[in-house]
């Protein structure tokens, strides 16, 4: 693990202390959580314009149909052949 350090607002500071407080936890674990999900909200964001300037094609939704077809045939009795 890479250690982090960065200036915040007291009053950010503050409210980490008051809430890591809250849950139980060390403030580093909670700062840990909030940039991780932070991370992850930005990755969302990112992955949402990609589909917006490129969104999916009739071609490609046509292959989900096929997906609901299901199985074609049930072949799990053949097991016991090949023993």
Not at 2 to 7: E, G, H, K, N, V
Request: aromatic share 8%; no cysteine; charged share 35%.
């Amino acid at each position: 693990m890479t250690m982090l350090s960065f200036r915040a607002d007291e009053e950010d500071v503050e409210r980490i202390r008051r809430w890591s407080q809250r849950l139980g936890v060390e403030r580093s674990e909670l700062m840990r959580d909030a940039l991780r999900r932070q991370l992850a909200r930005l990755a969302a964001e990112h992955e949402v314009a990609l589909y917006e300037a490129d969104p999916v094609t009739e071609g490609e939704l046509s292959l989900g149909a096929a997906a609901d077809w299901g199985p074609a045939e049930d072949w799990s009795d053949w097991l016991d052949a090949t023993r």
